[in-house]
């Protein structure tokens, strides 16, 4: 059976990277301001360090200010809302993010609260989200922005089409389905109390994997002809890999992003695009 085509996402991702880049050279050549990033990261998650220096990496290359701020695994609610207060005040930085996950005894709801939703760079903010749920201009949450352009890009069309979302996080899985419903599509939410999973994948016409199980999508469980998103990054003993069956899967759907290189890339390039919009509407300026 014919391979499913790949959906990269380094290609559109460096296009997206270099249009950011001359336009934080044209605010520069007007007199403008550079826009910052600050990231926020609780404890020593080996993977959650790796992600954090990628994007401090990606910002270097476009032109922004980026800084770190490391706060150790034992540190309490209290710091954290005391560094998101002091971010949102301070006038250099127009994007906070805080990488995930946070730790169990950080009350995330209080903690979120501290940060500005203008200066919410990867729409957690309640405000954001809410925003999104009632369809309104807001910041999305930059994994899912990232595979909806994907979508757009490679010319996948969710209007009248049956999408299967994996996952109900706040960050992924929730704002996910909501921007797939926003585009016309007919979404249901699985998670791990779902029953008869398989019954329901393989009635989708596009299936986003965001549940952090190594290759837990089969080929069996998707439709001939589907689309599939990967979102999942999993660190296995035979290196990097998605929430899907990446050989099985390709030789029943049509479309499916690789891991690495699919919505990884464009996660990146949306934190880019969100820290810029907020810059530009914190400044007054223009897109």
């Not at 995330?108 to 500005?116: E, F, G, P, R």
């Not at 998103?229 to 290196?239: A, L």
Request: proline share 6%; hydrophobic share 45%; glycine share 12%.
């Amino acid at each position: 059976m014919e391979q499913a085509k790949v959906i990269d996402g380094r290609g559109p991702a460096a296009e997206l990277r270099a249009s950011i880049a001359a336009r934080v050279e044209e605010l520069l050549a007007e007199g403008g301001k550079v826009p910052g990033l600050a990231v926020v990261l609780i404890g020593e998650d080996p993977a959650s360090r790796v992600y954090a220096g990628q994007k401090e990496k990606a910002c270097r290359e476009v032109g922004f200010k980026f800084s770190f701020h490391d706060l150790p695994a034992e540190a309490g609610t209290d710091k954290l809302v005391d560094l998101l207060g002091r971010l949102s005040e301070d006038p250099g930085v127009h994007g906070i993010l805080v990488e995930f996950p946070v730790p169990g005894h950080i009350d995330w709801a209080t903690a979120v609260m501290a940060m500005s939703a203008e200066k919410d760079v990867d729409g957690v903010h309640p405000l954001n989200l809410g925003r999104l749920m009632m369809g309104l201009e807001t910041v999305v949450p930059c994994t899912p922005r990232g595979a909806m352009y994907l979508l757009k890009k490679y010319g996948i069309d969710p209007a009248g089409k049956r999408a299967v979302v994996l996952g109900r996080s706040n960050i992924v899985g929730k704002p996910m389905a909501l921007l797939l419903q926003a585009a016309d599509a007919t979404v249901t939410v699985c998670h791990s109390r779902t029953t008869g999973l398989q019954s329901i994948t393989r009635e989708a016409d596009i299936v986003v994997a965001a549940i952090r199980k190594p290759e837990y999508l089969k080929g069996p469980m998707v439709k001939p002809g589907c689309a599939v998103i990967d979102v999942g990054i999993n660190q296995t003993e035979k290196g990097l890999v998605g929430d899907v069956d990446h050989h099985g899967v390709s030789r029943v759907a049509s479309w499916i992003t690789p891991v690495p290189g699919g919505v990884g890339p464009m996660t990146t390039a949306m934190f880019l695009l969100n820290t810029l919009e907020r810059y530009l509407a914190l400044e007054g300026i223009q897109m």
